[in-house]
């Protein structure tokens, strides 16, 4: 399994990004997707999460700014960032708890190889 993520690039404060993050591969089904970040000499934070009911959570600081959304049918996660600041400037990576068979979580996450978003003032 292999989760590519997209979407990073250069925005001026107050701008607009929207990230995707295809999961592809041998995949039964999937419990929650996410979005972490981590800046330079930060630890990663979670962003938003959402799971497969839809049920979704965010990090307080971007609550009102940034909405997370899946397509289920295309193993797709997005995060569409409005009103961006130049705090947001941070690599972005998605993740996946994925299901075996018979419906139950494995044991690990899967993580995508990272987007850069960086906003200027």
């Known amino acids: 399994v292999q989760l590519q993520a997209s979407g990073g690039g250069l925005v001026q404060v107050g701008g607009s990004l929207r990230l995707s993050c295809a999961a592809s591969g041998t995949i039964f089904g999937i419990a929650a997707m996410g979005w972490y970040r981590q800046a330079p000499e930060n630890q990663r934070e979670l962003v938003a999460v959402?799971?497969?009911?839809?049920?979704?959570t965010y990090l307080d600081s971007v609550k009102g700014r940034f909405t997370i959304s899946r397509a289920n049918a295309k193993n797709t996660v997005y995060l569409q960032m409005n009103s961006l600041k130049s705090e947001d400037t941070s690599v972005y990576y998605c993740?996946?708890?994925?299901?075996?068979?018979?419906?139950?979580?494995?044991?690990?996450?899967?993580w995508g190889q990272g987007t850069l978003v960086t906003v200027s003032s």
């Open positions: 959402i799971s497969s009911d839809g049920t979704t």
């Open positions: 993740n996946a708890d994925l299901l075996d068979r018979l419906g139950d979580p494995l044991p690990f996450t899967y």
